[in-house]
């Protein structure tokens, strides 16, 4: 058991949790997080408090921000900006099918003598960009990189709003993408159209996976549609499931009418397990 925080580098950007040592940061102060390139200015967006969870293996917050670290975080922003700025002409200049999707910019350290500039952008295939790189390196007057980023890597980077209503998943909480095929969503009996089915990203949504165990272990045990079964109303046929209720939907035999019962009452090892323990009336 400890205390945990969650922080943001940007504005409905994805949450960061830390261990705050023997800080107590509220909501809207600026604090330190250590990162591979030295401390980064964040806002804590959820105020430090008591988790049943261990928390031995969270990074531990590098201190509350001050003036300088808040001005050091203000000239990367605008730099950030220029980069941007920079490459989007220099893209339209050269006639690359490029589109600029994030920009970071590291300061110069002891280590590194240089600015290091990097721009992630996506294209439809790969692109030669080398005089573009001399061209920005001139430009920006730093070291320049330039990485090309996939279509899910580019809606983490970018963020934005699903059909749920909610922000992307990939852009808040996921950590990694797991595979996510077409034979989910068939077996949720969700249609197939390419526009219900899709992300922000364009391929199909990750939230597909998450309820698609749950859909694997009731068709182990429910009976198929069409098959014949017999409930505590009466006997009748299957002609529908209903996974998030746990329940098939039964076509009675005696007036046509259809009931709902639970998959547990349907399970052929449940009634067998009924018929062997359930007292029978002794013979006269």
Known sequence: MGMLCAVSFNRYGRLYYLDPGELRPQV?????????DGPEVAECVWAAQWVSEDTAGFPRLAGLAEEEDLRRDELLRRRKADAKVAAKRLIR???????????????????????RTTIYFTAPHRVDFRSLVRDLGATLHCRVELRQLSARDSARVQGGI?????DLCCATFLNDFEPVTIRMAKDQDLPLNPLRISGACGRL???????????????ESAPAIGSRVSTPEGDGKVVGHSVPRDSVTVRLDA????CACSRASLCAPRQAHDQHYTPRPPTP
């Open 93 to 115: 200049e050269h006639g690359l099918p490029m589109k600029v999707v994030a920009v970071d910019h590291v300061l110069a350290t002891p280590e590194t003598g240089s600015d």
């Open 205 to 219: 949504m990750c939230c597909l996976k998450y309820e698609h165990p749950l859909y694997q272990r009731f068709q």
């Open 28 to 36: 809207g102060d600026k604090v330190l997080v250590p990162t591979d």
């Open 255 to 258: 007036d046509g009418s259809r």
């Open 162 to 166: 699903g059909s749920c209503g909610r």
